[in-house]
């Protein structure tokens, strides 16, 4: 799996001739020396990656395990509420380490510079129903590269959702909201879904062998995981009583999971303040350009040390897209940096703390539900 990010693109190409709106005021030369700025901040982390980042990701996996066991050892005896909630509570927030800061990360290569087989983007299996091959090839190869470009970017609405002016007004549309609200708690089966590609297999740009293949993987992972959450843990309850109480346990935990990863996902990619491209204005982008667009294309989410963890960092999502292969935990001493930088070039830093950038989200979604 070939893992696309900034520093592998051509910092080539000829002279603009179309800008994003909101950089229209900087000069090529201005936007070739903002390049050469954040590339020399990538480099400055890169060359400070040591012993204290690898402890930190190993203990955040051994919290993450610890919790995980914890919690479905609390769940087999279920039957009891204070231990349901307990169990609940523990698995559900282990399953948001992993899948936040943890896999999503580590399959983003964050943590290939170890050496480590165990924290490897090629060897890591994540705990989501999707197979971390077909989400690396649409999250890492596609929309890490053509973030927020109309007819490149399939992340601009997941193939569902209108959250753009530009995307032509289909009736269906009127329901942006009810997709939303249903898609939230089984956010991991719509990723997985969208992972399949059908629209590509539909136009004939996916042979159909390849999607055959694709289920199948879908399949294996999907019992891997059902046999774990829905069968395992429920039958070592059943030894207490609490068999049905333990499937509810998980069944909650998953759907817990899912709502908070959505709702990170959606705030940092569809708030107002965030802007799309056109393929013109991408034309002869150079490295320079490229990072304007992660900038203005992205957003954070303003809060606390513990809500950046469960987040898995995406709170800082503007320098995720800058540097998708920099350990999660620097991400907030580069925020600062790149946020003076966007100050001093006049561009945007959209953030704001969690509920006015879910609120963002949503109003988005209902105001585009309509022509």
């Known amino acids: 799996m070939t893992i696309v990010t900034p520093f592998l693109l051509d910092s080539g190409g000829g002279t603009r001739t179309t800008k994003p709106s909101a950089a229209a005021h900087l000069t090529d030369e201005q936007i070739e020396e903002l390049g050469r700025e954040l590339d020399a901040l990538r480099e400055s982390v890169i060359a400070t990656r040591g012993a204290a980042d690898a402890a930190y990701i190993r203990r955040v996996i051994g919290v993450q395990r610890s919790l995980e066991l914890a919690g479905r050892a609390t769940l087999l005896f279920a039957k009891h509420k204070p231990a349901w909630i307990a169990g609940t509570g523990m698995l559900t927030v282990a399953k948001i380490l992993e899948n936040m800061e943890i896999g999503h990360n580590v399959l983003h290569g964050q943590w290939d510079w170890m050496r480590d087989p165990d924290i490897h983007s090629t060897t890591w299996e994540w705990d989501f129903v999707t197979p971390s091959k077909a989400w690396q090839h649409t999250h890492n190869d596609l929309h890490h590269t053509w973030t927020n470009v109309l007819g490149k970017d399939r992340d601009v609405g997941y193939n569902i959702f209108r959250v753009d002016e530009e995307q032509p007004w289909k009736w269906w549309n009127l329901g942006n909201p009810l997709y939303n609200a249903l898609l939230a708690p089984v956010f991991e089966w719509g990723i997985a879904i969208y992972d399949l590609e059908l629209d590509e297999v539909r136009e004939g740009r996916k042979p159909k062998s390849e999607l055959r293949r694709s289920l199948k993987a879908l399949g294996a992972k999907f019992a891997k995981q059902a046999a774990k959450d829905y ?141």
């Not at 957003?299 to 960092?313: F, R, V, W």
């Not at 109003?363 to 022509?371: E, Q, V, Y």
Request: net charge neutral; charged share 20%.
């Open 231 to 371: 069968v395992a843990t429920p039958a070592a309850a059943a030894l207490t009583g609490s068999a049905k109480q333990a499937l509810t346990g998980t069944l909650a935990a998953n759907a817990a999971r899912n709502v908070w990863a959505h709702a990170v996902i959606f705030c940092g990619h569809f708030p107002e303040g965030v802007d799309t491209f056109t393929e013109e204005q991408i034309e002869d982008e150079t490295r320079g350009d490229w990072y304007v667009r992660q900038m203005l294309g992205s957003a954070n989410i303003s809060g606390s040390k513990l809500m950046h963890l469960m987040t898995g960092n995406l709170s800082f999502q503007i320098e995720h897209h800058l540097f998708p292969d920099l350990p999660s935990n620097r991400y907030a001493e580069v925020a600062v940096k790149v946020r003076e930088i966007c100050e001093r070039y006049g561009l945007s830093y959209t953030t704001g703390p969690l509920p006015k950038q879910v609120g963002s989200s949503w109003a988005k979604i209902f105001r585009l539900a309509l022509p």
